[in-house]
Structures are given as structure tokens and as C-alpha cells.
């Protein structure tokens, strides 16, 4: 009977301690490996993004922010981005909640705010269900149709789930996606070909011999801004150092509708997957330009 107990009470204190963690590898849905279980999402889930704050810890530098230009604060330090990416890629996976393209390899991205160099965690993407809104960070208080984010981490902490724990564990490219009915196709193109296979909410695409240039994502010569911020999904974690691209990469509308026709786990259609903007409150937004006043 003693027995019994004692393992009760183990078992207890172990699920006690996993409630405690707020940074877990389930709890954070682009570093999962499986479907994910949390209720979280957008467009009428059980927790749409109004009611986030309720169940997730937030501070007061969280993100997206409206970018306003005429705020912004010229810095002569920050560096041109430097930027390595290899086409080994392992999959793609529908996740109900966004398209998660993941890598293997050697990464490399430094320069703007970043002091040392960081490794590609992953590439996502967040769109609308219309012209003029999907993307998560506004400019002025506009916004376009999608926008992209390169997710790496800082390796000085040894894992991604200490670098979750400090301001310079994270480091997020933010790539808008701006529809044109040019017919040109976007860098983006050979790997949307392969998005009808990811239709059906938790569907994976395994690459084999697929060839993406995750560099053509990253517009040449793009002014950018730069801030301290959080994961926009949650747990909302403030760890991200925020570098914003101004230029936008055109895609075309046939690739927008692509992004459309998803499945996800909350209805047949998962689109308008971004977060509203946060309060930059007192935060310094530097910019890699001299802003217009």
C-alpha cells in the first residue's frame, strides 16, 4: 500500500512539474514533432487570438507591431544581414494552424541587431483571406497579403529550449507577401507546387530531390527595421529579436489562393492566420535607414 502511494505521489510531482513548464516542446507549435494538441488558433477555435492573454503569460513587448516610419530610429550599427541556407530540406507538414517547412544542415544568419550568428529552425507563413490583410506586422497601418518567417535560434545557448528563456534566444526574418496579378512567378513558386499535398489538415511532405532557394526568399537590398518582440502564437514567449524586411516579395494570385484552399483543424479553409498588432509601448524600433519625419 506504501508502495502504491509513493508512486502516486511521483507520478503526482512529475505531472505537477510539466504544468509548470510553460516552455515545453508541445507547447510550442513549430518546434512539435507530431499533429498538434493544444486549442489554440484562429477564426473561431476554442481560443482565437483576443483570448490568448488569458491563458498565456504576456509582458509588454509582444508582437506583431504597426510599424509607424515616422517613429522609427535610424542606427548606424546595424550590419547588413549575412545569410547562409542549404537545399536539404527534411518536410513540410499542414499543422491545422500554419505550413511548417523544416531543414537539415548547416545555417547561418547574422548581421542587423544580431551579435553572433544564428541557426534556421524553420519557415512559415502567415496569409489572408483577401487583398489587403494577412500579413502580421503593419507598415503605417497597412498591411498586405501574407508574410514569411525564417525561424532560427541562437546555438550560444546550447538548445532551443534555453534559448526560449532570453531576449537574444530568437531571431525571426519577417518577409512580407504581396499579391500581383503580373504572372510572373515568386520564389516561391517550386515549393507551392508541392502545397496541394499538404491540403488536408496534419498531412506531411517528405523531400527527396526537391531543389528551394530559401536565400530568393530575402529581397536584395531591402531596408529593414528591427526590434525586441515574442512569438506570435503561443505561448507568446518575449525572446524574439524582430528584423522586419520593407520590400515585399510579389507573388502572384494563383499562388495567394494556394495559401486559401489549406485545410485546417478548425474548419474546411484555415486562412487569416495572423495576430492583431501589439502596443510597441516604450520599445525602440531602429531601423537600418534614415527614416522620413
Not at 498588432?277 to 520599445?283: F, H, K, L, M
Request: proline share 6%; hydrophobic share 35%; aromatic share 10%.
Amino acid at each position: 500500500m506504501a508502495s502504491k502511494l509513493l508512486r502516486r505521489n511521483l507520478l503526482f510531482t512529475i505531472q505537477k512539474r510539466a504544468v509548470k513548464s510553460s516552455v515545453t516542446r508541445n507547447s510550442i507549435p513549430w518546434l512539435r514533432k507530431s499533429a498538434p494538441s493544444s486549442n489554440w488558433g484562429y477564426n473561431g477555435s476554442e481560443l482565437d487570438p483576443e483570448d490568448w492573454p488569458k491563458e498565456y503569460q504576456c509582458g509588454n513587448c509582444q508582437s506583431p507591431i504597426d510599424i509607424d516610419l515616422s517613429k522609427v530610429t535610424y542606427s548606424s550599427e546595424l550590419s547588413p544581414l549575412e545569410y547562409s541556407y542549404p537545399d536539404n530540406f527534411k518536410y513540410m507538414v499542414n499543422d491545422g494552424k500554419n505550413i511548417r517547412i523544416h531543414w537539415r544542415g548547416e545555417t547561418a544568419l547574422s548581421g542587423g541587431p544580431l551579435k553572433g550568428t544564428y541557426e534556421l529552425v524553420q519557415l512559415h507563413f502567415h496569409w489572408g483571406s483577401a487583398e489587403g490583410k494577412g500579413a502580421e506586422h503593419l507598415v503605417n497601418g497597412e498591411s498586405v497579403e501574407g508574410e514569411a518567417h525564417l525561424v532560427h535560434w541562437n546555438p550560444k545557448y546550447g538548445s532551443i529550449r534555453e534559448a526560449l528563456k532570453h531576449q537574444d534566444g530568437i531571431a525571426v526574418v519577417g518577409v512580407f507577401l504581396k499579391e500581383a496579378d503580373d504572372g510572373a512567378e515568386s520564389p516561391l513558386s517550386s515549393i507551392l507546387n508541392r502545397f496541394p499535398t499538404l491540403s488536408k489538415f496534419n498531412e506531411k511532405y517528405i523531400f527527396e530531390n526537391d531543389v528551394f532557394n530559401v536565400g530568393n526568399l530575402i529581397p536584395k537590398n531591402s531596408d529593414f527595421i528591427c526590434y525586441d518582440g515574442g512569438l506570435t502564437t503561443p505561448p507568446l514567449t518575449e525572446c524574439v529579436q524582430w528584423i522586419v524586411l520593407l520590400k515585399p516579395l510579389v507573388v502572384t494570385k494563383r499562388e495567394m489562393d494556394i495559401f486559401r484552399s489549406l485545410e485546417g483543424s478548425f474548419g474546411n479553409n484555415f486562412t487569416d492566420n495572423f495576430r492583431p498588432c501589439q502596443p510597441v509601448g516604450d520599445r525602440v524600433v531602429s531601423s537600418s535607414f534614415e527614416p522620413e519625419k
